[in-house]
């Protein structure tokens, strides 16, 4: 017994520290890109040299303002598009019987198997020769949002598998009309679902470079202008917004520990 | 149930499904079966002619170089895989089992990454593994030799590839878990079973679906990988992906593109299906089929 209280201890220490290291190597380049954009030179940051050029050039800069907001538009259009679509196909699927469902998750999972290099030069092709549209950020946000839809499904379909839809008969019984069930009963115990959908959809498109890249046309975004800084080395605004995006990012889970820690939302989870 | 009720359940079933299903289908399933057309087509200078034939197939297929480069790209991503899945599954059983109130907050963490571009993320870990870069200069400080292998190789976009898609495999993995009965493993305990026993029986085929899931998210990307390897691989590090958007970038031959899009969207559906292959719907609690 003793030893099976060992080995308990032992794996969930293991695991845990994995898992810190999991975060010390995915943040390790997010830190980097951080302490470049303080410093003088980005291509040789050692020895360190503080400077807040890249902040200032970023200030003035109009095409950094521009790409940030063409990122924004994306990533918030294809997550509306990705967290509709999947809210209504995973509770279809939860809720009722069909000899059809099966056929129906597998359509909506099956952007997640094909790569993002693909979707993105297929759609390409799709758009110019058969559908006559042109690239810009309306067939990006809907090439993105085939990806994302995918994602947003998955995790629908996990959050929600054990939510009891008998509620809702229940709430149909007495005489609530579907509308007011969905706003009363549904959408309380759903929305920890949906807004991790919308979440991931919003972070997939908005920083998406390989399905946007052949969608976009001419349009900016901050990762088609970092491929196109490139060629002239990566300017310094590049890590100074990166570094402010991050910022805002970390504040967001800073605020969302707050309200865990003192139990104001719990997002979804059941003591 | 009477024969009316179940009618109408299948028509709202219909009524709510099809909308995101259509929006697949067209934006996804009918791009991938034009390009499959344009593949037997000819580009002169940007445009696609309908001249039926077979050339782009016959130059991908005899050609050594483009197999080397989908060898390459193939073994690479079951390597990059595999190994997602070994460091990834006790990290997602830690998450699921004691994260408490925080596992959600957890979980985004591992997603928050992917706010920064690929490109600065890639660039910032050549530049923490580079010859210039933070790892091996400090390496150099304390009077050692560099690690030359993780500069510009395989090896480096191995990790490369690791760094950027560990957080699918975790994610999927801990869905899985989610919905994962953690008294079962008490259960078998109670019945005598050392832990070990208890996992591979219990826990391992009851979230196999979780993972096959996890690991095809990490296959088909690395696979088509194209931005990590021209960054982190140096010069012998192209990859069929890389090779591919070269077709839609530099060259404009787009007819000989759709046909390697064609090849690997072949490969990867071929690995898909070995993989599904295994998953036993029955067996797997992730699906929600018990209601």
């Known amino acids: 017994m003793r030893r099976a209280r060992t080995l308990d201890v032992l794996s969930k220490s293991g695991s845990g520290a994995l898992l810190v290291l999991l975060y010390v190597f995915l943040y390790a380049p997010i830190a980097y890109i951080i302490y470049t954009s303080f410093s003088k030179n980005i291509a040789w940051p050692f020895p360190p040299q503080l400077s807040l050029r890249g902040y200032e050039l970023l200030w003035v800069g109009r095409t950094y303002h521009e790409a940030l907001y063409n990122s924004l538009t994306l990533g918030i259009g294809s997550a509306v598009v990705c967290t509709l679509f999947a809210t209504i196909g995973s509770i279809a699927v939860l809720k009722y019987r069909s000899r059809w469902r099966r056929l129906i998750v597998i359509t909506y999972l099956c952007p997640l198997f094909v790569a993002n290099l693909l979707i993105g030069i297929s759609s390409l092709l799709f758009n110019r020769q058969v559908l006559n549209l042109p690239g810009n950020i309306g067939s990006a946000i809907i090439a993105n949002a085939v990806h994302g839809t995918a994602f947003a499904f998955l995790i629908m379909l996990a959050q929600m598998v054990r939510y009891d839809w008998r509620l809702d008969d229940a709430a149909m019984v007495f005489g609530a009309r579907p509308l007011r069930c969905f706003w009363e009963i549904t959408l309380p115990n759903t929305w920890p679902a949906m807004l991790g959908a919308f979440v991931i959809s919003f972070i997939l498109a908005f920083n998406n470079l390989e399905i946007s890249f052949y969608n976009l046309g001419a349009t900016q975004t901050l990762p088609s202008t970092a491929w196109g800084s490139l060629r002239h080395g990566l300017g310094p605004e590049l890590p100074a917004l990166a570094a402010l995006v991050n910022g805002v990012v970390f504040l967001a889970f800073a605020v969302m520990y707050l309200l865990m820690r003192y139990r104001i939302v719990s997002f979804g989870h059941r003591e | ?291």
């Open chain 2, 1 to 291: 149930m009477t024969g009316k009720r179940r009618l109408k359940e299948h028509t709202r079933f219909l009524l709510m499904a099809l909308p995101g299903a259509l929006f697949i289908f067209v934006f996804l399933l009918l791009p991938i079966l034009s390009i499959i057309v344009f593949s037997f087509w000819r580009t002169e200078v940007y445009e696609l002619y309908a001249d039926w034939n077979l050339d782009n197939y016959r130059v991908l297929l005899t050609e050594p170089t483009y197999m080397i480069f989908l060898w390459r790209s193939f073994t690479t991503a079951v390597v990059v895989a595999f190994t997602c899945l070994v460091f990834g599954w006790p990290i997602a059983y830690f998450i699921a089992r004691y994260g408490g109130r925080y596992r959600l907050l957890m979980i985004l963490a591992l997603a928050a990454p992917f706010f920064t571009g690929i490109i600065l993320r890639v660039s910032a870990l050549q530049g923490i593994m580079g010859p210039v870069g933070a790892f091996n200069m400090v390496l150099m400080t304390f009077g050692m030799q560099p690690i030359e292998i993780i500069m510009f190789s395989r090896v480096a976009t191995g990790i490369g590839l690791v760094y950027l898609y560990m957080p699918f495999m975790v994610t999927a993995i801990y869905l899985s878990l989610l919905n994962f009965d953690f008294e079962l493993l008490e259960v078998a305990k109670i019945n005598g079973a050392r832990p070990w026993r208890a996992f591979i029986e219990i826990t391992w085929p009851l979230n196999w679906m979780g993972t096959a899931i996890g690991l095809i998210l990490v296959f088909v990307p690395s696979m088509a990988a194209s931005v990590t390897p021209i960054f982190l691989g140096g010069p012998n590090g192209a990859s069929f992906g890389s090779v591919l958007g070269k077709q839609f970038g530099e060259t404009g031959t787009w007819a000989f593109g759709s046909a390697m899009g064609v090849i690997l969207f072949a490969v990867s559906s071929l690995v898909i299906y070995l993989v599904w292959l295994s998953v036993d719907l029955q067996r797997s609690g992730f699906t929600g089929k018990e209601a």
